[in-house]
């Protein structure tokens, strides 16, 4: 594996097991099992850690949608099983929190964090249009905030009831989004595979 690679795969894991305050260059680059400046040289700043870490998260994500639209095997039920798993997941919410806090320590992290957030409501409306759908962008933004919304309050108790609940959220915003949506006509509708961020 290469040593980039391992570093963030390490950043990630301190990250959803010990928190955003945990995500040190010394504590990441021990979990590597790399030095210290092999660390910097690859992430020259703790923010520029907590960017790579947040990108390969979503590169991850959107690997499998990937890999099954390419199958011909991904269905609206799978979407709506993917979107009902991320706030069940750990990854999710550490993230947002951690840029969150991070915003206060290095300001400019909000325009990347709106870009960010752009990037992934653009991905999320290609995903919808392979389906031969498109919706507008308040749909989005409220599909968005639920799941964070689910995901933090699942992330807070942790326990069988918040998941259950979760859960249940996510699939009330699945149908709210199968409302909201409406046909592509065939001349708009895009073929182009799905950018993998």
């Known amino acids: 594996m290469k040593t980039k690679q391992k570093i963030l795969n390490a950043a990630l894991d301190v990250l959803v097991e010990h928190g955003f305050q945990a995500l ?31 990108e390969e998260s979503k590169v991850r994500m959107s690997a499998i949608r990937v890999a099954e639209l390419e199958a011909g095997t991904i269905s609206w039920a799978s979407l709506e099983d993917f979107m009902m798993s991320l706030p069940l997941s750990k990854t999710m919410p550490h993230l947002m929190l951690a840029l969150t806090v991070a915003k206060d320590e290095d300001p400019s992290l909000a325009e990347w964090f709106a870009q960010a957030d752009l990037g992934t409501r653009q991905n999320f409306r290609r995903l919808l249009a392979r389906f031969g759908y498109q919706t507008d962008d308040t749909t989005l933004h409220f599909i968005r905030a639920t799941m964070m919304g689910a995901a933090l309050m699942h992330m807070q108790q942790n326990s069988g009831t918040s998941e259950r609940v979760a859960r249940e959220v996510m699939k009330a915003a699945c149908d709210y989004l199968k409302q909201r949506v409406t046909p592509l006509s065939l001349e708009t509708l895009s073929l182009e595979p799905l950018p993998p961020k």
Request: net charge positive; hydrophobic share 40%.
């Open 24 to 54: 040190t260059q010394t504590r990441v680059a021990e979990a590597a099992r790399v030095s210290q400046g092999n660390l910097t040289y690859h992430f020259p700043t703790r923010t520029d850690l907590l960017k790579a870490v947040v």
